[in-house]
């Protein structure tokens, strides 16, 4: 197939970008969709024009490396990762526009590629359980209610790409933020640190400048883990719980 | 000087050339002398361990702060390492090229990690695991290092418990086991298909909290061009800022290399897009030998390539031969054919017909193999890629007539999602179509027991390390190798070493750091001024055609020899006619990429000379002169029971040979045998 892409180049973060304009053929529906972009590249480099600069990392939907706003949505039209998005979901003839992530917490570096280091920050603030190596007690020693053990990995499936982020209105990271309270807070091992770790991650996120949540959803439509939108709710009821604990 | 990798020569005349001439990397190299750990006390196997971590010197509490340690990685073995050393209290830097340090590949790992808790009462032991581990690695790994290995297996699962890691659980709120890679014991620990996430996001959290506690300070997006040798010691790292372009300087008492594994040697592998030999290779050529490097693992059940645009392979669990039978049609005519319409008497189960008491379970190497020699005979199916089908199905129709369709969903569900996503076809409904792809490298940088280089203060671990895995590794086992060198391995031996510092401050302006710096430097001025005609993805592709023809499933004297001429042509190509655009002082993808496929094509070069010298099939490689009447791979202990260690002596020279013989005292060595 063939296609028109409208993509955001930007030299520099002191930079100003804007969108360019890009024809694309012999596009076949397997290709993954930063595969379409390689060939894009490979294009362009033999034309002598600078390559357009994107993430992506282990390119099977679990690093969390890559990330683009295709078409205004987070990760394009399935619930999926960009990387793993492929050709067969856009026809021939299609204008595909492509945008970095766009939130003030993330900003742009270059063309597509933004600065999450937000999100590394917000766990430094107590997104684990503290405990050094080798202290461990016997693995057995503490039985999980496997109800628990599932919500917990439910919640620790989050890849940290952003798109909660980029697809909320707020540009809030509450979905990030409750994942992570929600993993840690279903253990028995993450209970000593509970408060202190909700009061101090809200903290953080809002030091960020990321925005609250108003209950939109937007956030875990873009999920392409599918993060439920109760890991909020857990966020919200931890905090309130450590507040009324005098945190 | 007590913190020196022990290298004692002695000398070893059965590792002469043999009598025959088999000797076919002869001119290739330069035969050097032989290589010895020891660092590995002597006396019974399951007491060197406790002897070695009482023998390692102590660093005072006060002291650690004043000395400094870099780690190159983020995987379960560098992450692991700094979250240790740096409650430890030593002062950590750690670096790694994404944007996080929790993207490393290690999360893509999806199978397990093995433990020898016998949770299961299923006659499971440390013995056992080890028994396993040096089987499954054809009897090419070190008896001592595996044996630890086994040891403190128990102990990461407690760890990775401790910290929050949700693995499977059964009802009763205990953990859960599986078994894995052909073992007859369920020792191996997982959290769905997303075991390597969930421990790496364990080992990530807890460097994360170092960060904040100020002992480990995190460099993202950076990458390691060089290593700072002084005075004979690793001291340092060449690395560039990938956002700024800067070239900087880090400086330290003590090196770790926790960079992975160098598959993309074969551009198409299950690796990460980023995932290279750079730290690797260029402390290879500082000095530090390079181990094996050809010993490659190739993964049967990969997702075919599907055209010219495949940028990587995409691994689906092993698992899924559990339940799918593999077949291919008799006849060329029917390859084109809608597989539901080729009648039963029609396919070829061929790993049924051949290895009828393991069928469809046969070791990977051997199920990657067959399936290569029925698609070179030309009954592969799929699309036709550069002029062949390479594929072979893998059905589940049997499967899910007998257990109905909702177990295999259950089962095989994300799996079976992932597929359709990736080809767009419905497995439910047709075959699956597989084929074999480069997964893993048991090379890597030779490490002693303490797993030390042969560059004094420049410790190696995980897939980056030679040690563990001989010449196949089992599954499950890399995510247990990362993590006990990092959480309890290195943080004990590392202290020997440093128990000698803090070491004299090398200034900025040493004739070391401002060499080491200027080369770098030079390189990407070359490749910036370079001014030619094809981009750097084009050379990578091409290498690894000829990695994967020539050195990849089998390898023989002639396809090595020509594998090696080819690659000097493509370098010199390379480094006249490479076009890299865009400016060196800012985020240049183009430009990464130029230095990786650099040292990628200097490593697959040896990786072919270290191929032709190893006239025998052992593990996952597979010497077409070196096999048994019916075909089946043939290893010579008598000729081959060694590490080889290679040296680099310059660009001009030939590399030299170092044999580290292989003595097992506890295990007897076997020819394996699954017919
Ligand atoms: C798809 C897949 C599935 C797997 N499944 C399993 C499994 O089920 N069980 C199992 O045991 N094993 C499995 N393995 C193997 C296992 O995952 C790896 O061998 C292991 O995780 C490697 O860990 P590591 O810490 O050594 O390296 P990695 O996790 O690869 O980390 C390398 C680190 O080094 C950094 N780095 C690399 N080069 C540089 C440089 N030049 N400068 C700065 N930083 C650098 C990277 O940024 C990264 O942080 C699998 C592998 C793959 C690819
Ligand atoms: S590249 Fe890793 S999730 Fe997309």
Redesign the interface.
């Given at each position: 197939m063939k296609l028109t892409l409208e993509i955001w180049r930007q030299?520099?973060a002191a930079s100003k970008g804007a969108m360019q304009t890009y024809e694309i053929d012999e596009v076949?529906?397997?290709?993954?969709f930063?595969?379409?972009l390689?060939?894009l590249n490979?294009q362009l480099?033999?034309q002598?024009?600078?390559?357009i600069?994107f993430?992506?990392?282990?390119?099977?939907?679990?690093?969390?490396?890559c990330g683009l706003m295709i078409n205004g949505e987070a990760h394009g039209p399935?619930v999926?990762t960009t990387c793993?998005l492929?050709m067969?979901s856009f026809k021939d003839g299609d204008t595909i526009t492509i945008e970095p992530w766009r939130a003030s917490a993330f900003p742009v570096?270059?063309d597509l590629?933004v600065?999450?280091?937000s999100?590394?920050r917000m766990?430094?603030?107590g997104?684990?359980?503290?405990?050094?190596?080798?202290?461990?007690?016997?693995?057995?020693s503490?039985?999980?209610?496997?109800d628990h053990?599932v919500r917990?990995?439910t919640a620790?499936?989050c890849?940290?790409c952003g798109a909660c982020v980029a697809a909320c209105p707020n540009g809030s990271a509450q979905l990030f933020v409750g994942a992570k309270i929600t993993?840690?807070g279903e253990?028995p091992?993450?209970q000593p640190e509970r408060d202190q770790r909700v009061v101090d991650m809200v903290a953080q996120h809002d030091h960020e400048g990321f925005g609250g949540c108003t209950n939109i959803g937007q956030c875990t439509a873009a999920c392409p883990k599918e993060i439920p939108l109760d890991v909020i709710s857990q966020l919200n009821k931890d905090l309130r719980t450590a507040l009324r604990h005098g945190l | 000087m007590t913190d020196m990798p022990d290298t004692t020569l002695t000398s070893h005349p059965s590792h002469d050339a043999p009598a025959d001439g088999s000797d076919d990397a002869m001119g290739y190299y330069t035969p050097g002398e032989p290589l010895v750990d020891r660092k590995a006390p002597d006396g019974p196997i399951d007491e060197r361990w406790n002897t070695r971590k009482f023998e390692a010197r102590l660093v005072n509490p006060a002291n650690r702060r004043k000395l400094s340690v870099i780690i190159v990685g983020t995987g379960l073995a560098g992450g692991?390492a700094a979250?240790?050393l740096g409650?430890a209290g030593y002062r950590v830097k750690s670096f790694c090229y994404?944007?996080?340090?929790?993207?490393a590949?290690s999360?893509?790992a999806q199978g397990g990690i093995n433990a020898a808790?016998n949770?299961k009462e299923d006659g499971d032991s440390v013995h056992r695991l080890f028994f396993d581990t040096v089987k499954g690695g054809d009897y090419r790994s070190r008896e001592s290092n595996v044996y630890r290995l086994a040891e403190v297996s128990t102990?990461i699962?407690?760890?990775?418990?401790?910290?929050?890691v949700?693995?499977?659980?059964?009802?009763?709120?205990?953990?859960d086991n599986r078994s894995f890679g052909g073992v007859q014991v369920s020792r191996t620990f997982y959290?769905?298909g997303?075991t390597g996430?969930?421990l790496l996001?364990g080992a990530?959290?807890?460097m994360?909290?170092q960060?904040?506690a100020g002992t480990v300070e995190?460099f993202?997006r950076h990458e390691m061009l060089e290593l700072v040798v002084v005075d004979g010691r690793a001291r340092g790292i060449i690395a560039r800022n990938m956002?700024t372009g800067s070239v900087e300087t880090h400086l330290a008492d003590v090196v770790v290399i926790a960079s992975g594994g160098y598959g993309n040697v074969f551009y198409l592998s299950t690796n990460?897009?980023?995932s290279n030999t750079t730290a690797t290779w260029r402390a290879y050529r500082k000095g530090a030998y390079m181990a094996n490097p050809c010993y490659t693992q190739i993964h049967p059940t990969c997702i075919p390539v599907?055209?010219s645009?495949?940028?990587?392979l995409?691994?689906m669990s092993e698992s899924l031969r559990n339940d799918g039978r593999i077949w291919v049609p008799k006849n060329q005519a029917d390859c084109t054919k809608d597989p539901r319409d080729i009648a039963e008497k029609d396919r070829d189960y061929y790993l049924e017909r051949i290895y009828p008491a393991f069928g469809n379970l046969v070791p990977r190497d051997i199920a990657s193999r067959a399936a290569k020699y029925v698609c070179d005979e030309g009954r592969g199916v799929g699309?036709e890629v550069e002029g062949a089908r390479r594929g072979v199905y893998l059905d589940f129709a049997d499967a899910m007539d007998r257990l109905g369709e909702p177990a295999i969903r259950e089962k095989y569900g994300n799996l079976f999602d992932?597929y359709a996503?990736?080809?767009?076809e419905n497995p439910y409904d047709v075959p699956m179509r597989i084929y074999p792809a480069v997964h893993y490298v048991m090379g890597g940088l030779w490490v002693d027991y303490d797993l030390q280089s042969t560059i004094p203060g420049l410790f190696v671990t995980g897939e980056a390390n030679f040690s563990d895995h001989g010449a196949n590794r089992l599954g499950a086992s890399a995510l247990m190798q990362g993590l006990a060198d990092g959480?309890?391995v290195l943080?004990h031996t590392i202290r020997d070493y440093l128990s000698d510092g803090p070491f004299e401050v090398v200034p900025e302006d040493h004739p070391a750091v401002v060499e080491s710096l200027a080369a770098v430097e030079e390189r990407i001025r070359h490749f910036m001024t370079a001014k030619g005609?094809r981009?750097v993805?084009?050379y990578h592709r091409e290498l690894g055609n000829i990695m994967w023809e020539y050195c990849g499933m089998e390898r023989s004297e002639d396809g090595l020899k020509k594998a090696i001429d080819l690659i000097r042509t493509l370098k010199d190509d390379f480094y006249r006619n490479v076009?890299v655009?865009?400016h060196d002082q800012?985020?240049?993808?183009?430009l990464e990429k130029a230095g990786r496929v650099a040292d990628f094509i200097e490593l697959g070069e040896l990786m072919c000379i270290d191929a032709l010298n190893r006239r025998e099939s052992c593990g996952g490689h597979f010497r077409t002169e070196s096999s048994t009447e019916d075909g089946e791979a043939l290893r010579h202990d008598d000729l081959y029971a060694y590490v080889a260690a290679w040296e680099f002596t310059g660009d001009e020279e030939p590399p030299v040979l170092h044999k580290e013989d292989l003595v097992y005292t506890a295990i007897e060595m076997k020819q394996r045998s699954y017919k």
């Open positions: 030299e520099d076949s529906e397997d290709m993954s930063l595969e379409m390689d060939v490979e480099n033999s002598g024009d600078e390559p600069a993430d992506s990392d282990c390119r099977e939907g679990i690093c969390g490396m399935e999926t793993q492929h067969r570096m270059k590629c600065d999450r280091g999100l590394d766990i430094q603030q997104g684990y359980i503290s405990v050094n190596t080798g202290s461990a007690p016997e693995a057995h503490v039985p999980v209610p496997r053990a917990a990995f620790a499936a890849i940290s993993h840690l253990l091992q993450g | 692991s979250a240790t409650e994404q944007d996080s340090p929790r993207r590949h999360v893509a808790k949770y102990s699962i407690d760890q990775c418990v401790a910290q929050g949700p693995f499977a659980r059964e009802y009763g709120g205990l953990l959290a769905r997303q996430q969930q996001i990530y959290q807890a994360e909290r960060v904040h995190e993202t956002v990460a897009m980023g599907s055209g645009h495949q940028s990587k995409t691994l699309p992932m996503r990736i080809t767009g959480y309890f943080p005609t981009s993805d084009s076009r655009l865009g800012s985020l240049n993808q183009s």
